[in-house]
């Protein structure tokens, strides 16, 4: 909680966090009122500034907050459980994993939600960039893990295979999230299926003639 410089009760807490949370989707990091913020939640500016610091220590412990509650309820395997000769069926199992635990726990749309926050505090060495930090490098393992197995091609460079993988995987779910009132579970399961296909097509060694 290093963004706080004191603890809130609980409850107030998860208060302050969630309407926080809400505000910067719809609002954007620039856009959003701290003045609405504090209002919502029935409490005086004397007194948010005795717990923040500023909207930008709010914004790292909404990112925070939701982080540490999906550790318990997200699952991710280790990179190197995906060193195995079904690869890419370890890789849709974990798709399909997700995508149950994002309609369990909104948290997990929430946290996706605020990688795309317009004007969000650059990523840096706070609670976003960490986590993003964490993400990438995880995926590089995955990718190491399956070129170990002959299922991920070896004749790129490895960091230009992430950074390609990247830019799939997060141009995807920008499109996504700007679309998510529009797809029901039936067709984000296709969408997923499309994704997954996309990646193989991308990261698979080529065919030999």
Not at 13 to 38: K, P
């Given at each position: 909680?290093?963004?706080?410089?004191?603890?809130?009760?609980?409850?107030?807490?998860?208060?302050?966090?969630?309407?926080?949370?809400?505000?910067?989707?719809?609002?954007?990091?620039?856009?959003?009122?701290?003045?609405?913020?504090?209002?919502?939640?029935?409490?005086?500016?004397?007194?948010?500034?005795?717990?923040?610091?500023?909207?930008?220590?709010?914004?790292?412990?909404?990112?925070?907050?939701?982080?540490?509650?999906?550790?318990?309820?997200?699952?991710?395997?280790?990179?190197?459980?995906?060193?195995?000769?079904?690869?890419?069926?370890?890789?849709?199992?974990?798709?399909?994993?997700?995508?149950?635990?994002?309609?369990?726990?909104?948290?997990?749309?929430?946290?996706?939600?605020?990688?795309?926050?317009?004007?969000?505090?650059?990523?840096?060495?706070?609670?976003?960039?960490?986590?993003?930090?964490?993400?990438?490098?995880?995926?590089?393992?995955?990718?190491?893990?399956?070129?170990?197995?002959?299922?991920?091609?070896?004749?790129?460079?490895?960091?230009?295979q992430s950074e390609l993988t990247l830019?799939?995987?997060?141009?995807?779910?920008?499109?996504?999230?700007?679309?998510?009132?529009?797809?029901?579970?039936?067709?984000?399961?296709?969408?997923?299926?499309?994704?997954?296909?996309?990646?193989?097509?991308?990261?698979?060694?080529?065919?030999?003639?």
């Amino acid at each position: 909680m290093g963004s706080e410089k004191a603890v809130l009760p609980p409850e107030r807490r998860r208060e302050l966090l969630d309407t926080a949370m809400r505000e910067f989707v719809r609002h954007g990091f620039g856009g959003a009122s701290l003045n609405r913020i504090i209002r919502s939640c029935g409490m005086s500016k004397s007194s948010f500034y005795h717990y923040y610091a500023s909207k930008e220590a709010l914004f790292d412990a909404v990112v925070t907050a939701i982080a540490d509650g999906l550790r318990d309820s997200v699952k991710v395997p280790e990179p190197d459980e995906f060193a195995v000769p079904d690869f890419w069926d370890a890789v849709a199992r974990l798709s399909d994993d997700l995508m149950r635990a994002a309609g369990r726990d909104r948290r997990l749309i929430d946290l996706w939600r605020l990688f795309y926050v317009p004007d969000a505090p650059a990523p840096g060495d706070g609670p976003l960039g960490r986590v993003k930090a964490g993400i990438d490098g995880w995926l590089g393992g995955v990718l190491a893990a399956g070129r170990s197995v002959g299922a991920v091609r070896d004749d790129l460079p490895p960091s230009l295979q992430s950074e390609l993988t990247l830019a799939l995987l997060w141009t995807i779910d920008a499109w996504a999230l700007k679309n998510l009132d529009a797809i029901d579970v039936a067709e984000g399961r296709r969408l997923a299926g499309l994704q997954l296909a996309m990646l193989r097509r991308l990261l698979a060694p080529p065919a030999v003639p």
